[in-house]
């Protein structure tokens, strides 16, 4: 009987039902939060690691919350994922960022620059390549200038259908990349079958590489396995100068990080041609 009254004292607790209404009062904020435009995209530069020429820029979303202030995705992401929010985010941010990048090559944006989208596993299905392909058509982007940033993640899903989306839409040539590499599943006979022209090294990677010969052994074995494979590899998290020059000699194609530049609203951002990063 005790055991049981235990129970209910736990369900009836006031600081769990503040919790929960408070996780309720969040979904309902975000809903609203995605159709009356409290959304942000900010935009963060990505490198060349031979010269520091601006190659393109990734997409992060932000939430301006009415009442506190700019979230990161990690305050909503994965609410938004549980309550099947994230295909319309995931949405929204996509079109949002081909517009941007439409008005960045019109206003003196290098063409050969690439717009890097993060896409939730939970987002890949047949209507989602279909909006994809319609914005893409409506901005009049060249599908070549698009890649979208998957994590190891997929290899939860329905990976045979998943593999036969991503085919689709690269052989109209957009590109994948596959985030956060190395810190989740990890299956490596995959990376063979996924159609993905390019690895993020997850910054967890990076942060230890000056101080630590492993952590560089790591780094340069992965560089080799994903050009071996025919794979580019983006090195995310770099934040200072001695990151930047280990990284460049073990041969990465491209750079990230708050030494380049952080993530920003598009009209704090100058992505003109030729520009090179760190300014
Ligand atoms: P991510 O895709 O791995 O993005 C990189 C994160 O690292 C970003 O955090 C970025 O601001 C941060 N970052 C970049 N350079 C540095 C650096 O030098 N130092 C440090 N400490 N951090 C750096 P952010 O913007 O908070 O995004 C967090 C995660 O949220 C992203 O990780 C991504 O997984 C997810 N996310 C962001 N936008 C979207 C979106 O539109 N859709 C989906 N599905 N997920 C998104
Ligand atoms: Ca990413
Ligand atoms: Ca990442
Ligand atoms: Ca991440």
Redesign the pocket.
Known sequence: ARQAGENITHIYNPQLHGKAIDHLRLENELRHAISHGELKV?Y?PVVSATDGAIAGS????RWQHPERGLL???HF?PLAESAGL?HA??LW?FRESCRQYREWILHGGSASMFIS????VQSLDISWADQILKAVAEFGIPPESIHL?ITESVFAGDIEKIIGLLEQLAGLGISFAI??FGTGYSCFSYLRRLPASCLKID?AFIDDIVDHEKARALVRSIIHMAHDLGMNIIA????NKEQAAILASLGADYM????FGR?LAAEDCDMSAGRRLPG
Do not use: H, M, R
């Open positions: 900010f963060q990734e997409s992060l979303v990161a995705p990690c992401i994230i985010i995931d941010i989208v993060n896409i939730s940033e985030d956060d910054k995310e998290g770099i934040e990230q990080g708050y030494y993530p």
